[in-house]
């Protein structure tokens, strides 16, 4: 299933999409592994499929992980499977991001409460909503820190492709290139997987945004020269403290970013911050297999049987990070004060 | 001419071979864009071939460059060739490594002080030799930094493969090998050309060195977790205020490491040290070309046109390094003074 399914008409991306019988119940997603190479769907008729494909970063990043795990729990309900169940394998799929736990959340709490299939659907349906219009709250918010003529420095891809809607980090970069305030996007390659290469250069391309790939330990280099003006990350959980769990690679960014002078911001909906996590340390790290670092594209790059190192995310202390953009509003300067402050008047205005 | 040829009886690695005649004049080289995959030989029959040979890094890094070169004037000298014309073609094949312009010069002056092929060719033969002593040196030098139960981050590719002996960085670590110091290298991975996960693992695995490869953003979780105790790298070129050029990807890990509080050694040949070179901006720095980035074993991994920043070195400034080991001593701290200092007692000694 390729081709221009995989795209609303005005050209947004889509990476996931609901399929209703009689070619359904499923959900088909666009498979990030194959871009930019190849635009196909993967349709997930079952909840098993769904699990694989999310180890397998057919579908990532932390926002439409929530989604897709949402979803997922529509799926165990409308085919009458054990909705508990799965539930339970979804949220354990992929460890760190916070959001496909509170994702699969959610939609099983529209199930224990209604029992009805329609009612966990919609549920995912109004998760995949919101989170769009996070986005654009997001973009907006993110903005008003973006200088002119900027050079934005990303890593891993955080836009549309991760998204309901715009996405996080990508989703600001791309909004200040339509403002006409975008002079170059320095795009990580983000080994090994390759998501800035791969992801966030496909999607600067179709935006049109003045943009260049680099292997990320060229970063260095950039902010050396001053040709970065603002670093701006996704976030998988942020704890209690302000402590960022993101991309493996982020933290270097950040010490890069703190050595240079540079302001370092993180953009990530309020469902990034976990509040239950207190502090960086308590954030489980994913590691991920050796032959992601050792093969690339099925090619062997050490020698055989070579160890790896692999961890999937890397911690940012609080006192690195500039500013956190939520849809809420920014937190600024970023500590444990600041964010229960946050979450304070979060609470209080019943947002 | 594939297979054993490649290396001494004692399983050295032998990355440069002269052949006489009547097979030759020929250099020999063994192909590192192949390696691991391929243990296979590059024959050199004339200096055009050298040159291609050196900037597509069938031949590389700093020490080995600056043998190359000199006995790629041999190999002019021996053909009866334009010896003045090929040294220039040579020694401008890669800007950024000082050893290979000084190899170059150093053949040269042997060719016009006697006009004697077999001069030129002793030439290049003692400044491998020479070489080869000097890796011992370093080696032992850098030894006495090393802890006990060391966890040793190196960067890019220095042992065996850039000498006429043991290397530079890797000479270091794999010595604390042998002295039973050695807990854990981690290689970098060392993209764009990954010679960290080619070459360095390769050489570790044959010297049976506990190893472990990562992606080059993957250092900052390791710092941040406290399992690096020693930072060690090679360089192309260090200017006279002690700055530090090297392969790109070795700031970011000098920032690291400073952030950190963990030893950022420098391993390089006196020959490396370029005082005519005032400080770190004076090096001129090799951009290479963008499918170096946007494509791996030709494989494409980012959209078809994609521009990309590839410098093939970055440059650390003096603060950031805690010591510089060569042959001749270590200088430490680095400064402008303490390098002045220690050409001073050089040139005194008569070393």
């Not at 496909?100 to 959340?105: E, H, I, P, S, T």
């Not at 003529?149 to 549309?160: D, E, K, Q, S």
């Not at 940012?316 to 937190?331: D, F, S």
Request: aromatic share 4%; with cysteine.
């Amino acid at each position: 299933m390729a081709g221009p399914s995989c795209h609303c008409e005005h050209g947004w991306v889509l990476p996931l999409r609901w399929i209703e019988p009689p070619d359904g119940p499923a959900i088909a997603l666009l498979d990030q592994t194959q871009l930019p190479a190849r635009e196909t769907d993967i349709v997930c008729t079952d909840v098993d499929a769904l699990v694989d494909a999310i180890q397998r970063l057919v579908v990532r990043g932390a926002p439409l992980l929530g989604i897709a795990g949402a979803y997922g729990v529509a799926l165990a309900a409308a085919r009458s499977d054990d909705v508990v169940g799965a539930a339970q394998l979804i949220a354990r799929a992929r460890p760190t991001a916070v959001n496909l736990a509170r994702g699969v959340d959610r939609a099983l709490r529209a199930w224990t409460d209604t029992a009805d299939p329609d009612a966990v659907l919609a549920a995912a349906r109004e998760l995949a909503a919101e989170d769009a219009r996070a986005s654009d709250a997001m973009a907006e918010h993110g903005l008003a820190l973006v200088p002119e003529r900027a050079r934005i420095l990303t890593h891993c891809n955080t836009g549309a492709l991760v998204s309901g809607g715009a996405g996080t980090a990508l989703a600001v970069a791309l909004a200040a290139h339509r403002a006409g305030r975008l002079a170059r996007l320095w795009v990580d390659e983000t080994r090994p997987l390759l998501q800035g290469a791969r992801l966030t250069a496909w999607e600067a391309a179709r935006a049109g945004a003045p943009y260049s790939v680099l292997a990320d330990n060229a970063a260095g280099s950039l902010f050396a020269r001053g040709d970065v003006d603002l670093v701006l990350v996704g976030a998988d959980r942020i704890a209690a403290d302000g402590s960022v769990a993101n991309k493996v690679g982020t933290f270097p960014l950040a010490v890069l970013a703190h050595h240079h002078h540079v302001p370092f911001v993180v953009v990530a909906p309020a469902s990034t911050i976990d509040l239950a996590t207190e502090s960086g340390a308590a954030i489980e790290i994913e590691d991920r297999a050796a032959d992601e670092v050792t093969a690339l594209a099925g090619v062997p790059i050490a020698p055989d049987g070579s160890p790896a190192y692999n961890p999937a995310f890397d911690v940012t202390p609080p006192e690195l990070v500039t500013a956190i953009v939520t849809e809420r509003g920014v937190i600024r300067p970023v500590s444990r004060d600041t964010v229960r402050r946050w979450e304070r008047e979060r609470s209080s205005t019943g947002r």
